[in-house]
């Protein structure tokens, strides 16, 4: 071994700035033999040479698929900016030199993403643009943006209704279902089967508390249960238990905790009479994995009394057993949906946590659900034919966090840079412009920044924030989109978010078009 990299290797192993490696058990092993073996390579210009020539090789020899995609997986990090890709390929190997599994799709573009009266987008309006294929405020979901927020009734007019991807899908004959680990009736997957003016009337208290009539302004979870795409969908797993049951009853697993429906409503009950022994509710991991798909045709899973937690959360509580991760409801959900008895099928894949994560800045989880996501789509990858099924992996919209400082490419993602600022203190790599994370970092007595150095490393611990918010916001730069299979050419340069779901339909040849299928010639 070349003795500048013998020093490097022990540099890597020893315990370099923040967090220290005892406290870091959340983290992925650096493997400091495989790091100082990555970076001997680099040291030879022809590594840079034939690894360039294999990316020309690649993309020279990349065919377009004009045949008309049969399935279409769409997987949306919520949140998920291409600074959070970045930092995640650095939190899985510090070199970088490692992929997310998307980022090796040989398609790639830029969404704009913003709504029609905000700069900054939100889950609504970008769920709206994504599904439906038209753009609309911010705070609304499936409804046009002549809509005001909080109109009572507007939202149920069908004029001012975006029928989603879904509909579309549904009325060509094929399966259709989503999971998500935020609540189901969540912004991102109301844009599959939702219309309202406001995305926050997730039961009928939300309804009653705008003023408005939930009989005559049905709520999300309802919508969900009892509308016309929502009723038809096969696989519907996420969080949020408690949208659907009555505030009489008990939740399964949250002790002294109730539903929040005033109006008796249990949705759960309604749903499992209608699908009868062709349905079944699950809401822990055993259930889910004595689940036969040969035997089931709908599947309601609820995961939790509201969102579902953190993988940290089941890390570090030990608790790998109860709760399905992503990779476990999207492996169950093709099970379903890939079984032969429809004319294919569209499943919505939401990693949910990244953006709950960002928002309170804790830049640990966030990396780690753009992980989670990234695992979820390589199970996807082993589950179908590519030759027939369009993957799409993009986010809704960006956040805040800044990756910077100059950090060695030793450096471990969630630490502090090694070198002092001009305050005389080490600083964070990973940073946002605002939120929570103020108050802990800076000293108001003193005037000055608190040392980084000085934490002990929780995956909870906020990051450093320069202005004070009680939670963090969104960024409004655009976010990329990765494709592979039918037609992934179409996700090439930079478009209009809504454009995505003209692409996807394009493929499928589903939806309000004159689409491929009706070219001969194609």
Not at 300 to 319: H, I, P, S, T, W
């Amino acid at each position: 071994m070349r003795a500048p990299v013998l020093i490097l290797l022990l540099f890597i192993s020893s315990n370099f700035g923040f967090p220290s490696t005892e406290n870091d058990k959340w983290h992925p092993d650096l493997k400091p033999f495989e790091i100082a073996k990555q970076l001997e390579k680099e040291l030879d210009p022809n590594y840079w040479r034939e690894n360039a020539q294999k990316t020309v090789k690649t993309h020279s020899e990349q065919k377009s698929n004009k045949k008309i995609a049969k399935n279409i997986i769409f997987f949306m990090g919520d949140g998920m900016s291409v600074t959070t890709i970045s930092a995640a390929r650095s939190y899985l190997d510090t070199t970088m030199a490692s992929s997310l599994t998307f980022e090796d799709f040989p398609y790639t573009g830029m969404a704009k993403n913003y709504c029609v009266n905000k700069q900054t987008a939100d889950s609504a309006c970008t769920a709206t643009a994504y599904f439906t294929g038209v753009k609309t405020n911010y705070d609304m979901i499936g409804v046009t943006a002549n809509v005001e927020f909080k109109d009572c009734e507007a939202g149920q007019v069908k004029e001012n209704q975006t029928p989603s991807i879904a509909k579309w899908a549904l009325d060509a004959g094929k399966g259709v279902g989503f999971v998500t680990t935020s609540p189901v009736t969540d912004a991102s997957p109301v844009g599959l089967y939702g219309h309202t003016s406001n995305r926050n009337w997730e039961c009928d208290v939300d309804v009653t508390k705008d003023g408005c009539d939930p009989s005559k302004t049905p709520d999300i979870a309802k919508q969900l249960i009892r509308g016309d795409v929502g009723s038809q969908l096969k696989v519907i797993m996420g969080g949020g238990r408690k949208e659907f049951r009555p505030n009489t009853t008990e939740d399964e697993e949250e002790k002294e905790s109730y539903g929040r429906r005033q109006d008796g409503l249990d949705l759960i009950e309604e749903w499992k009479k209608a699908k009868g022994d062709k349905g079944t509710f699950v809401w822990n991991k055993k259930q889910l994995q004595n689940v036969d798909p040969t035997k089931t045709d709908f599947v309601l899973g609820l995961f939790e009394y509201g969102r579902m937690k953190y993988n940290l959360e089941n890390v570090a509580e030990g608790d790998l057993l109860h709760e399905p991760s992503l990779s476990d409801m999207t492996s169950a959900a093709l099970d379903i949906l890939n079984n032969g008895k429809d004319e294919g099928f569209f499943l919505f894949v939401e990693g949910g946590l990244i953006d709950d994560a960002h928002h309170a800045a804790h830049a640990n989880i966030a990396l780690d659900e753009t992980t989670e996501l990234s695992k979820a789509v390589k199970v996807a990858l082993s589950k179908v034919n590519l030759d027939e099924t369009l993957i799409v992996v993009t986010a809704d919209h960006a956040h805040t966090m800044s990756f910077s400082g100059y950090p060695t490419r030793t450096a471990n993602i969630l630490g502090t840079l090694g070198t002092k600022a001009d305050d005389g203190f080490d600083q964070m790599i990973l940073n946002y412009a605002n939120g929570k994370g103020y108050e802990l970092h800076y000293d108001e007595k003193t005037g000055k920044r608190v040392d980084p150095s000085t934490f002990t490393h929780h995956f909870k611990l906020p990051y450093p924030t320069t202005v004070h918010r009680s939670s963090e916001t969104h960024g409004g730069e655009d976010v990329s989109v990765y494709a592979m299979g039918p037609w992934a050419h179409l996700f090439s340069g930079n478009y209009e978010q809504n454009a995505i779901a003209h692409f996807m339909a394009h493929a499928a040849c589903i939806g309000p078009g004159t689409w491929t299928c009706m070219n001969e010639e194609d």
